[in-house]
RNA sequence: GCCCGGAUGGCGGAAUCGGCAGACGCGAUGGUCUCAAACACCAUUGUCCGCAAGGGCGUGCGGGUUCGAGUCCCGCUCCGGGCACCA
């Protein structure tokens, strides 16, 4: 095996190696200090694609580092496997789900044990296993019985490709489906929600301290969308209703000149006066019958857009009447439904006012030269009587007093988030633990009858309905309570209730008294870093975030763990041609065949190196060309470590410049790459030990080289660093040097000698008024004096300034001389 | 529209605190080895002028600050992402 580099072979002998070894498991009372990597788990789609190859590649990196550094590292692995696609796929070929997911599973594991990640793979948690679906239902329970679960009926996203209800995060910004791509439509339905919105504070406040991407957490403060104003009542004139609303701006009020509803608003049909009443209808049932998109396109001209109710109400700050409209730009699902209307301030209010005619009133002066229309900067309050030359901050605080002391209004938030539905009408997820009793209403399936298990005799039909609603064994049961007649819930749960959760559930997936044993999650949790994709940043990192919370408050977690994930690194995508990776393009570049050629060494070592792990890759023509350039690398480290190269000088004798050279080299390399891999600057420390190994060629090739205890030292420090990048070929190598009792991963990580690592000359330029002129070796303490006056001696320098003095002279010693004239 | 990123050779990228732009790799060119090739190894490789020594130009564009700017400031262009009748 020494001759030549066989990646298959190697590869192979330690993949088969640490798997009976059970090497990287580890217990629960592991006596080194913890520390829990994990990546998301994945969808088990079939053998991993190259998105999976990087993920992991950068997790085992991660596991294999930390462990070499003393900690027991806690390395988990699962599978994602309920969903659509083995669904859709049944629908297809009549393959059960569960034979085809588990048949998806094998694939995936054995992609990932031909990588060479290592896991504990005795922690495996698969989202289909009875236990694990119990747990969930089991949960879901405790949640219905704290108030955390409930449901209603509520205009909720259909798609009608998938045949099932989304939650809003899966509808993407242009009203399809981030599934399917199909248009979703509104309907109106009974379903099942999580309160998220009751932690809608908290999850945006904790963000302020998470060690995530700062991108993921703005992403996250926009989605939950706090926004804080105030709501306040208007009297309809002639009617005793009043009308509530929502504004961020109470400061404007005194330039409310029209009040506006949501053409929804439950209102609209006690107030509207009788002569317009057909004409308001009309409108009504032109905005109900427009999509989604069409009404927030924002296309229609204004006049189009609403209608005048023919009432008005009172403004309580001026005591005037304003008219009252309708419009479809505003909605009933956000604030209270209706706004008061300020076209000084806001610009869509101008816009409306400019179309019907409603006069304009600036309760907030425009800076000196103001030529736009609405002016939402701040300024000093005019026309505003009691508020006039406050600042905008100020005229709100005073606004919202003297709202709460009339009693007619006060402070309050608002959120964009809404609750997250999680009731899916599909078969292939976790059954919702409940049975609808016409007497009892909904109850709970008794704990000791959990799970509610999926029928396997079940009819898969084109038309993609649920086979749950049709299979009479699943839908007949009886009431728990009652005894008489009743029907199982047949909504199934969002398979991103399985992935909130998981993470706690592997610190002791063994358990069958409890979900989450909560001493083991005390050990264990938080999880020190979490690796996975950017598109995860709002669905399931906000929901894990909420269920982290809500298991800690109904008992079922550590109440203390309040954030699931300490530290986050979301990874870069690999895209072609721009765009995603992915099966339906029909554009994967598999890893298989890598791994049956370069080897997966060669493979691991092409992500780490191709650029900086957070940014996308985009895969092209020239990639193949770059792998094969990453095997090279591995082919002389081959020859480096397995000997071969030696020259004459290669023994053993007493050390020369060339030793203490060497010497420091692997000092420098050791501090530099571990550097980098602390900041996650992977590329940039393979490129040192690239460098690295470029150095030590040229002294096993050259005449004076260094001897062979100076260069072992640097061969063996080289294979410890790399080790976690690519563990193969540095454990065979290691093998080969210091035979079969001593293994690289058990090494500990090296720490470089500070003194070695110091320099101590450094080249010094000089410029003269900016430009390069000279390039001086100069002792890296030297003094300011000192550097001046070599720099000025300098030929160059010299012949530069043509008898010219120097006007100023900036020096920064060792690195630079400036001499201006 | 608002908020975040980003733009550096033929290509992927480096430059961590305002101080040598282009590390490392790919590709290309030349060479060594070989009967020949593959492999491997060595050298050159931002660009323009020049036989050379050497010099000019150069980090999307236009300004500015500074002895000195890829890096800081102001104003743009283009690309990517997020949010978007959210009152």
Partial sequence: MAEHYDPQAVEAKWQRRWAEEGAYQVDNDDPRPPYYVL?????????????????????????????????????PIGFDSFGLPAENAAIKTGVHPRIFT????????????????????RRVIRSHDPLYMRWNQVIFQKFLDAGLAYRKNAPVNWCPGCHTVLANEQVLPNGTCERSGDLVVKRDLEQWFFRITAYADELLDALDDLDWPERVKTMQRNWIGRSEGAEFDLAVAGTGESIRVFTTRPDTSFGMTFVVLAPEHPLV???????????????????????????QSGEAPFERRGVFTGARALNPFTGQEVPIYLADYVLMSYGTGAIMAVPGEDQRDWEFATAYGLPIVRTVAPPEGWEGEAYTGDGPAINSRWLDGLGVAAAKARAITWLEEQGIGKRTVNYRLRDWLLSRQ??????IPVVHCPGCGIVKVPEDQLPVLLPDDVEFRPTGESPLRYHEGFLRTTCPECGGPAERETDTMDTFVDSSWYFERFCEPWTAEVPIDQAAARRWMPVDQYIGGIEHAILH????????????????????????????FTQGM??????????????LIAPERYFAGVGADSLRLFHLFVGPPGDDFDWSDQTDQMIEGCHRFLGRVWRLGAGGLERATLVDRDPTEADRDLEKDTHRLIDRFSRDCDRWSYNTAVAAAMEFVNTLYRHVQAAEGARRATVDFAVDSLLVLLAPMVPHITAELWELRHGVGSAVHAQPWPVADPALVKVDTVTM??????????????????GEDEAVALALAAPKVAESLEGRRAAKVVARPPRLVNVVV
């Fill in 426 to 431: 599909r078969y292939w997820g976790c059954p």
């Fill in 102 to 121: 588990e048949a998806r599973i094998g694939e995936l594991k054995s992609s990932l044990q031909r990588l060479g990640a290592s896991y504990d793979w």
């Fill in 541 to 568: 990192l906000l929901y894990a975030r909420f269920y982290t919370r809500a298991l800690g408050e109904v008992g079922l977690a550590p109440k203390e763990v309040r954030e699931p994930f300490e530290r986050l």
């Fill in 39 to 75: 990546c998301m788990y994945p969808y088990p789609s079939g053998p991993a694609h190259q998105g999976h190859v990087r993920n992991y590649t950068f997790g085992d990196l991660l596991v294999r580092r930390r462990t070499m550094q003393g900690y027991a590292v806690l390395s």
């Fill in 269 to 295: 049909e006690v107030i509207v006066a009788e002569e317009r009443r057909a004409e308001v209808r009309a409108f009504v049932e032109r905005v109900r019958s427009e999509s989604d998109i069409e009404r």
């Fill in 765 to 782: 330029v000089v410029q003269v008024n900016g430009r390069l002129r000279a390039r001086l070796e100069v002792d890296a303490h030297i």
């Fill in 574 to 587: 690999i895209t072609m041609d721009g765009s995603k990776m992915s099966k339906s393009k029909g554009n």
